[in-house]
């Protein structure tokens, strides 16, 4: 039982390239999420999901998209990176109360 | 709305102190509550749990209770080891919505 994984671990983009992070979960939860750490910041919620095909925003949802067209997957897409979002990304399931959290995604936007 | 403050850090305690993490929350409705802690260049784990009025979480040490009288959830232990060297978060769960985190303590424990 792996949990939640993310790829890459880290990543390095020059500003205005875009590309996805991925998320996935082998414990059948419904609910996924996407956070950002940022130093001092603690952890804002970008997206979520409670299910296949539905998706909502969260805190910081601007310049990121995601879908879910599966139980196990959810990816996070940058359109066109920034400075700004320079940040350690974390991906979370959720079981009733309770949520796991993926190693996370150290991105580098220069 | 729905919001947990904890207290700001850094706190450097020293080997064998005992610790308190303040956390008091608002909240609608009756959620659960958390604490995550975070060791460097890991993601979150779950350390304790209370998901009613007067319950106490308990792990490796770390307890908490769940006060629904003064909305607190203080994380506390009786004598930190140097391992413990981490960022602790406090967090409630309103079940149908998103978790909602503090803003997360950063502990240092020195031998």
């Known amino acids: 039982n792996a949990g939640v994984t993310q790829t890459p671990k880290f990543q390095v983009l020059k500003t205005g390239q875009s590309m996805t992070l991925q998320c996935a979960q082998d414990?059948?939860?419904?609910?996924m999420s996407w956070y950002r750490q940022d130093p001092g910041m603690g952890l804002r919620l970008i997206h979520y999901?409670?299910?296949?095909?539905?998706?909502d925003q969260g805190e910081v949802p601007n310049g990121y998209n995601v879908s879910r067209s599966t139980t196990e997957d959810f990816p996070l897409r940058l359109l066109s990176a920034a400075p700004s979002q320079t940040s350690v990304y974390f991906c979370?399931?959720?079981?009733?109360?309770?949520?796991?959290f993926g190693p996370g995604t150290r991105l580098t936007v220069t | 709305g729905n919001s947990v403050t904890q207290m700001e850090g850094p706190v450097t305690l020293s080997e064998e102190a005992f610790l308190t993490i303040n956390c008091t929350y608002t909240?609608?409705?009756?959620?659960?509550l958390f604490w995550y802690v975070q060791y460097p260049g890991e993601g979150l784990q779950l350390l304790l749990k209370?998901?009613?009025?007067?319950d106490k979480g308990s792990n490796k040490g770390f307890e908490a209770t769940y006060r629904k009288e003064t909305t607190s959830f203080h994380l506390e232990k009786g004598s930190v080891q140097v391992s413990d060297s981490a960022v602790y978060f406090c967090?409630?769960?309103?079940?149908?919505?998103?978790?909602?985190f503090g803003k997360g303590t950063r502990l240092s424990v020195i031998a």
């Open positions: 967090a409630l769960s309103p079940l149908v919505t998103p978790l909602v």
């Open positions: 209370a998901t009613k009025a007067d």
């Open positions: 979370a399931a959720r079981d009733g109360y309770e949520q796991y």
């Open positions: 414990m059948n939860h419904e609910y």
């Open positions: 909240a609608t409705g009756y959620p659960s």
């Open positions: 999901s409670v299910g296949a095909g539905i998706t």
